[in-house]
C-alpha cells in the first residue's frame, strides 16, 4: 500500500515507459535497416510522415496513460498498480510474438 510521501511514479511506470521507448527505437531501427515493417498500420502510417512524426504518434499513445496513472496512484495504488503490471505483460507478449512472426516468416 502506499503512504504519503511516496513517489507518484513507480517502478511500474518506470518499466512502461523504457518498453514503450525500446519499442519506438528499436522499430526505427529495424525499418531503416530493412529488416522489418511496421505491422500496425496507424503507426505504419506516421512512419510514412517521417520518423518526428512516427516518435510523436508513439510517445502520444502512451504519455497520457502514464500521466493518468500518476494522478490516481495515491487514491487507487492498487488499481494503478494490478494495471500497468498488466499492461506491461501483455505488451511484452505482443511484442514477442509480433517480433518472432518478423523472424520466423522470413
Known sequence: MMTRGRAWLAW???MLFGICL???VSTL???HSHVATEENPWMALWLRHGDFAFCAMKLISFLP???VCAHYRPSRP???AVSLRGTITLYLLLYTAAVGVQYLGH
Request: net charge negative.
Open 12 to 14: 511500474e511506470s518506470m
Open 22 to 24: 525500446a519499442d519506438m
Open 29 to 31: 531501427y529495424w525499418v
Open 65 to 67: 496513460l502514464l500521466a
Open 78 to 80: 492498487r488499481l494503478v
